[in-house]
């Protein structure tokens, strides 16, 4: 592991994006879209469906299952200002499946557009939800505002007057998907089902697990018939995902945190398979290897108790001792991979628990040594953002040039809706 990583410089991970590269919408059959191929640095191409036999019989793959969640809500002033509020991460409750449940009030990290025109006072929105008539109302708590790597969050107390409806119904009512910015258009009706996988379960996302859009039932059969072991997990994609490294130098670029919840199945899954996997997409990257460094916090300080005591703070796998296979190596001891899950099985079973919840905000870039993941599914990322770091670690060297001179020499479609890469180094 390299301390020169947080002196990267930004620059050096750009590329020119034409904006008609960038696909605003998906292929009409999900399956059918590109796939590049990076096999020990080669180059070639092939169409996603075929996916599963480019894939080592009875490999571990691990998917995101988290779900969108409709976070855009828009209140109207009685002056006519209109008031974006975006849902950003639950504040009381916390937990996001309780959150969902509630049904009177709820509290949220939000962002806020046209705040110049919310001075002050309470926004309110009157519909019906299946026959019951409410009125939901908005108060924002001044007092707590949270600097998040995304932008300002505000905490916004949400009431309605109708028991018998629950949060989750007004968001499934009167909110908006949110599509990646990017795509400089509107929400429309279609993007409620394109912009979801269609494994995703656990609502809590504001931003789509892209390099899982191009599975369908299918695709995931013939994975099955191929022997390959699926496993899901979940992390929440926030907001900040999109957020551009402005930092000359990326040690000046704040991490967002996400929440992840991993099942026990999944981390006895991984030792069955020497903690080898196949992720699909960045965030299950970002879990799996994140989960090496919560084991290493057990196996280094076995008081270690609560789920923020676990929490992998943006650049502690950097400040960590290595040794030259890239795993931690402390006063003579080389914590494996195997250890530091077994470290976590039994954090699991001390308090005999299924679900392990922690949160993460690591950054992965040149100089990071995956532990984990042996190959990764994903699509083509933005110019000098954090996920073309991550790609640029994966496949080590200047290699991300050559996938990404290819994509764009042979008609690939860029960012969320488009086409796909299955990278093994």
Known sequence: ??????????????????????????????????????????????????????????ALMVFN???????????????????????????????????????HECAWLCMVGNLKKWKEG???????????RLTLTATMNRSKIQEQAGG???????????????????????????????????TEESDKKTYQTVYSKIKGSVAAPTAGLHFTDRVLKALDEHGIDREELTLHVGAGTFKPVKSREIEGHSMHTEFIVVRRQTLEK?????????????TSVRTLESLYYMGVKLVLNPESSTEK???????????????????VEVDGRVITAEESIRHLLAYLDKDGLEVLHSSTQIIIAPGYSYKIIKALVTNFHQPQSTLL?????????????????????????????????????
């Open 1 to 58: 592991m390299s301390k020169d990583t947080k002196h990267i410089c930004i620059s050096d991970y750009n590329y020119s994006l034409p904006d008609e590269r960038i696909a605003k919408f998906p292929l009409p059959e999900r399956d059918q879209s590109k796939l590049l191929l990076y096999k020990h640095g080669e180059v070639s191409e092939d169409t996603f469906y075929n996916l599963p036999k480019h894939l080592p019989l009875g």
């Open 65 to 103: 299952n988290t779900k969108v969640i409709q976070a855009r809500m828009h209140f109207r002033k009685e002056t006519g200002a209109l008031i974006e509020v975006f849902l950003m991460e639950p504040a009381e409750p916390t937990d996001y499946e309780l959150m969902f449940q509630t049904n």
């Open 122 to 132: 309470t926004l309110k929105r009157a519909f019906e939800i299946k026959g019951n």
């Open 152 to 186: 300002t969050n505000h905490w916004i107390n949400f009431e309605w007057d109708n028991t018998n409806v629950s949060f989750a119904e007004i968001l499934e009512a009167v909110g908006e998907l949110p599509i990646p910015p990017y795509l400089n258009r509107a």
């Open 270 to 282: 991984l030792l069955a398979h020497d903690c080898r996997a196949i992720a699909v997409g960045t």
């Open 309 to 327: 005591d676990l929490h992998v703070n943006q650049w502690e796998p950097y400040d960590l001792p290595h040794n030259a296979d890239g795993l």
């Open 389 to 425: 770091l991550l790609v640029s670690a994966f496949v080590k060297g200047g290699n991300w040039h050559k996938i990404y001179d290819y994509a764009l020499g042979h008609g690939f479609r860029f960012l969320s809706y488009g086409d796909s890469s299955l990278l093994i180094p």
